[in-house]
């Protein structure tokens, strides 16, 4: 397999590593989570200028037709400098969704903003009892003469907070844990009856707590077909995973990095710390986890897109195991390695092991993908 990168895929990452090395220093990141978005609007602006917006989008709605492996490039150098903008639930959730299932007219109407940087979009998901089961879903879609009544709550909607335009899961038919009868809606801010809660997590992104109370939808809101938008859940979900493994990579080589830094210079009896071989013996075995990572996360991006969901889930939740396996063992050794200075706020090491801490929870931990990996094993 020829694992060198395209022209596009070389320019991609140029670019975003530059960006990200110029523009989103850790001590920048601190100034924008202290903003009151949260993130930074005026670089979101710059990620549109530099077409980072639509890598995967068509031509003919601003993008520049690109995969998902050259999304994946963008992921892994905004991992390095943990970009905390909304682009995994704008870009990768959002736009995948829109692109997957959406009309002509959908398509034509929100694709290219989204790509200008002027729409945010976030996936609504989960919910407060759901936990990571996919058909968990108890929010209603109730069919009317001009439309659909949603009712229900849900959680932890990524990049719920800023988004002009939600994409909400709703049953329309079946049973609360049923793959039957799941339907999307595109459910605008300012909706009378939608609230949305923003708050930051606990690695310097955000999230919300939305709820809908008789939040009135038209027809042309439903997204896909209306009782069979399973299919296109579970795949925006492998996808966002996949879209985690990648940026998790690029987390772990710069943790990595700041850890042979710091023992390259802080002394001890007179030498480097670096120079003690047990400690040596830390930094190889770091750097191992960090190769098996990103030979899961590529095998991972080459599935995200595939139409075969058995083959595909198989293989997103093997490189997650392996990306919760390894960011846990390269964040605690890390902090081992820093010793104290290595929690505290103004150090990098600390946000680095959060963030890769968060992705392992997000969407699944390591322990839930080895028993659906060894469960469709089986079957």
């Not at 989570?33 to 890598?55: I, P, Q």
């Not at 994946?72 to 995994?88: C, D, H, T």
């Not at 058909?135 to 209603?140: D, E, L, S």
């Not at 939305?210 to 077909?225: C, F, N, Y």
Request: glycine content about 12%; overall charge neutral; aromatic content about 8%.
């Amino acid at each position: 397999m020829d694992f060198s990168l395209s022209d596009t895929q070389q320019m991609l990452r140029d670019t975003a590593a530059r960006l990200t090395r110029e523009r989103y220093g850790f001590e920048a990141r601190a100034k924008i989570l202290t903003s009151a978005d949260g993130f930074s609007r005026e670089l979101w602006a710059t990620f549109a200028e530099l077409g980072l917006l639509g890598v995967e989008l068509a031509e003919e709605h601003g993008g520049i037709g690109g995969t998902f492996q050259d999304l994946a490039i963008v992921l892994e150098a905004f991992g390095r400098g943990m970009v905390v903008e909304p682009y995994i639930p704008t870009v990768v959730l959002g736009a995948g969704l829109l692109r997957a299932a959406g009309s002509e007219a959908q398509k034509s109407e929100l694709l290219p903003r989204l790509a200008e940087g002027k729409l945010f979009l976030a996936f609504a998901h989960g919910e407060p009892k759901s936990r990571y089961s996919l058909t968990h879903v108890t929010t209603t879609a109730k069919s009317g003469a001009d439309g659909y009544t949603l009712d229900g709550a849900k959680a932890v909607v990524l990049g719920g907070d800023c988004a002009d335009v939600l994409i909400v899961s709703a049953r329309t038919a079946g049973k609360p844990d049923s793959q039957d009868g799941l339907s999307l809606f595109l459910v605008e801010r300012g909706a009378p009856g939608l609230k949305i809660r923003g708050y930051p997590t606990v690695d310097g992104t955000r999230a919300a707590e939305v709820t809908l109370a008789g939040v009135r939808v038209p027809r042309s809101a439903l997204l896909g077909p209306e009782g069979g938008a399973f299919p296109l859940i579970q795949q925006a979900i492998d996808r966002g995973i996949a879209a985690l493994c990648s940026e998790a990579v690029g987390n772990m080589q710069a943790l990595n990095e700041v850890t042979l830094d710091y023992l390259k210079t802080r002394t001890q009896f007179g030498v480097p710390i670096g120079s003690f071989q047990v400690l040596q013996h830390h930094m190889v075995d770091m750097y191992i986890a960090h190769e098996q990572a990103k030979s899961m996360a590529i095998l991972a991006a080459g599935r995200a897109d595939s139409s075969e969901a058995p083959a595909r889930t198989k293989a997103i939740s093997a490189a997650k195991v392996q990306i919760g396996r390894s960011g846990r063992f390269i964040g605690q050794w890390a902090i081992q390695l820093h010793g104290g200075i290595g929690t505290t706020m103004e150090y990098s090491a600390g946000h680095y092991f959060k963030r890769l801490t968060t992705i392992d929870r997000t969407f699944g931990d390591a322990d839930f993908h080895l028993t659906r990996f060894a469960t469709s094993n089986a079957a």
